[in-house]
């Protein structure tokens, strides 16, 4: 009997090692997941910056490239002033 016993037993335990997932743990992994996500989404947009700040951006960098090429071109020093946005009043 104990030879039996001891099959069923290893049986058992072969069967509880095979199963997959049940119904509930996946849904309690996909809610995790989606509480993650919304979380992290809003994050990641920020991060992205918009469309002014790309276009300022690449108009910064082209503007410092035309007067590198400036003082090249002419020998002599060259200078980017910022000068704020005027309003139409």
Same mark, same amino acid.
């Given at each position: 009997?104990?030879?039996?016993?001891?099959?069923?037993?290893?049986?058992? /335990?072969?069967?509880? $090692?095979?199963?997959?997932?049940?119904?509930? $743990?996946?849904?309690?992994?996909? /809610?995790? /997941?989606?509480?993650?996500? @919304?979380?992290? !989404?809003?994050?990641?947009?920020?991060?992205?910056?918009?469309?002014?700040?790309?276009?300022?951006?690449?108009? !910064?960098? @082209?503007?410092?490239?035309?007067?590198?090429? $400036?003082?090249?071109?002419?020998?002599?020093?060259?200078?980017?002033?910022?000068?704020?946005?005027?309003?139409?009043?």
């Amino acid at each position: 009997m104990t030879h039996h016993s001891t099959s069923v037993n290893m049986k058992k /335990a072969l069967s509880r $090692e095979r199963r997959g997932f049940t119904l509930v $743990e996946m849904v309690v992994v996909l /809610a995790i /997941a989606i509480a993650l996500m @919304a979380i992290m !989404l809003p994050a990641l947009k920020g991060l992205r910056g918009d469309k002014y700040s790309l276009s300022g951006t690449t108009q !910064l960098i @082209a503007d410092f490239n035309n007067a590198r090429l $400036e003082a090249i071109n002419g020998g002599s020093p060259v200078y980017v002033v910022f000068m704020p946005k005027l309003t139409k009043k």
